[in-house]
Nanobody, 124 residues
């Protein structure tokens, strides 16, 4: 059983930056993929980035590539999402989620544990 708690959301102006944190607790963190997802108002949930805890392989979605970066601590207990050059279209609730297994592929339908989310609002 894993618990995930997101933090770091807030209001930021277009062009600004935020760093989201996902605190992960539970036993046996060596064999998971942990991802960041977002859900804009009235839209479905989409994957933003994903990272493996068994190695440091990672993946970032095309719409945010070059602006967002995912990373984790060596202890595997925190996963970060650094968001730069934010745009109004990045507004939404950001969730972190985990699935058991190797690799850096994260799918909305494939995650085993979810946090409750943190709201990011990009507005002037």
């Amino acid at each position: 059983q894993l618990q995930l708690v997101e933090s770091g959301g807030g209001l930021v102006q277009p062009g600004g930056s935020l760093r989201l944190s996902c605190a992960v607790s539970g036993i046996g963190l060596d064999y998971y993929a942990i991802g960041w997802f977002r859900q804009a108002p009235g839209e479905g949930r989409e994957v933003v980035a994903c990272i493996s805890t068994s190695d440091f392989s990672s993946w970032v979605a095309a719409p945010v590539k070059g602006r967002f970066a995912i990373s984790r601590t060596n202890a595997k207990d925190t996963v970060y999402l650094q968001m730069n050059s934010l745009e109004p279209e990045d507004t939404g609730v950001y969730f972190c989620a985990a699935r058991y297994g190797s690799g850096d592929v994260c799918l909305v339908s494939g995650m085993d544990y979810w946090g409750k989310g943190t709201l990011v609002t990009v507005s002037a």
